[in-house]
């Protein structure tokens, strides 16, 4: 294919939230293994100040290792600063720096934005490429921000019928300065009601950063504070005994439904008490058997229910589901995400390579998907 004709990606990663350097290294393995016959690629970072830059697109120095998190600042190409533009509607990303870069080297076909969590995965950077055009993979902005939010993502999965677990809503107004002693304790109450041990954490955060997992009330109201650094809504959910499992969900060729992947169980590395950043990221025994070692008609299940879980927020583009999988054979949904982690370590890009879709193809029919649809408010 000849370089005119190729389809010109931005592959836009890093942002603002906690998430920065898993979303570097989600980045760093699609640059390295998107088709670049097919693709011609502009890497582009957003650095925590929020500054949108060029950057190299080695692989290698995108990769999370040992005791060093990859990060856009150390990629970027000096002076170069990335803008998009709004009210054109032709996908333009105008680039200001060294007079070297080429022209129309903003002008792209299709973002594929590898951002994880707030500031990126959330329905704010969506919102921004239909303000300005730019058609993008993934979910459009309300089920990005559906998503994102742990509320009301169980919301509209009960609504639906499907099965999720019992949880308390922290809200500010409840817990935050000048809320009333009576409504604190209120909330306790209610915490407490769920049983021990129960798991804190950030309603709009991911990657299980500001996540803590809580024995007895001696020790909530730490965690709940913890979780406030990252977000002023907390979920407390309850503990459920199980295995945990993730399937993966691709938006269906031609417009027709989705499509779920072989499901497979984590097996978290055992000096981990939960599945943790550290677990999931860094831990060196942490793994995943794929398929799923669970009964035939509970992976069929889980599978139904990660496509219905899929449509249940309008999501489009690609998810990954997670459940728990209960002694008793129970299936419960815990959470949807509709950026997934594309890391080395990640479920999503494993699980759909074990369903005979390997990760060139994966991120090719993602870029396809996305480019069938018109640009602006979908």
């Known amino acids: 294919m000849s370089e005119r004709h190729k389809i010109r990606v931005a592959v836009v990663f890093g942002g603002r939230s906690t998430e920065h350097a898993v979303s570097c290294a989600s980045a760093g393995l699609v640059l390295g293994a998107i088709d670049r016959e097919r693709y011609d ?12 830059l060029l950057t190299s697109a080695d692989p290698a120095r995108l990769a999370i290792g040992s005791g060093e998190l990859p990060s856009v600042e150390a990629v970027a190409t000096p002076g170069v600063c990335v803008t998009p533009r709004t009210g ?13 870069i080429p022209p129309g080297f903003g002008d792209v076909d299709v973002v594929l934005p590898l951002l994880h969590g707030p500031y990126g995965e959330d329905g704010t950077l969506q919102g921004l490429l239909e303000m300005t055009g730019i058609r993008y993979a993934g979910a459009g902005v309300l089920a990005s921000a559906a998503g994102m939010d742990k509320e009301y993502m169980k919301i509209l999965f009960a609504a639906r019928g499907l099965p999720v677990g019992r949880y308390v809503v922290v809200r500010d107004r409840d817990w935050g300065a000048g809320a009333p002693a009576a409504e604190r304790k209120r909330v306790l109450d209610e915490i407490a009601e769920l049983g021990w041990p129960v798991f804190v954490k950030p309603a709009r955060g991911g990657s299980s950063i500001g996540t803590t997992r809580v024995s007895g009330l001696a020790d909530l109201e730490a965690a709940i504070e913890d979780a406030r650094q990252y977000d002023r809504k907390v979920l407390v959910e309850a503990a459920i005994e199980g295995a945990e499992i993730e399937c993966a969900v691709l938006e269906g060729a031609d417009g027709g439904p989705p499509e779920a992947s072989l499901p497979g169980q984590v097996v978290i590395d055992p000096h981990s008490e939960f599945y943790d950043f550290a677990a999931k990221y860094l831990g060196a025994q942490t793994t995943m058997i794929i398929p799923a070692p669970i009964p035939g008609a509970a992976a069929e299940r889980v599978r139904q229910l990660a496509c219905a879980a899929f449509d249940a927020i309008s999501c489009e583009g690609l998810a990954r589901v997670d459940f728990f999988y209960t002694p008793g054979g129970e299936i419960l949904i815990n959470e949807i995400n509709t950026m997934p982690g594309m890391t080395p370590a990640s479920g999503f890009p494993m699980m759909w390579a074990a369903s005979g879709l390997p990760l060139p193809e994966l991120i090719d029919r993602i870029i396809t998907s996305a480019l069938r649809k018109p640009a602006g408010p979908r």
């Open 41 to 52: 690629v502009v890497p582009i970072g957003i650095a925590r100040d929020g500054r949108w």
């Open 88 to 100: 054109l509607g032709t996908g333009t990303l105008v680039v200001t720096g060294p007079a070297e």
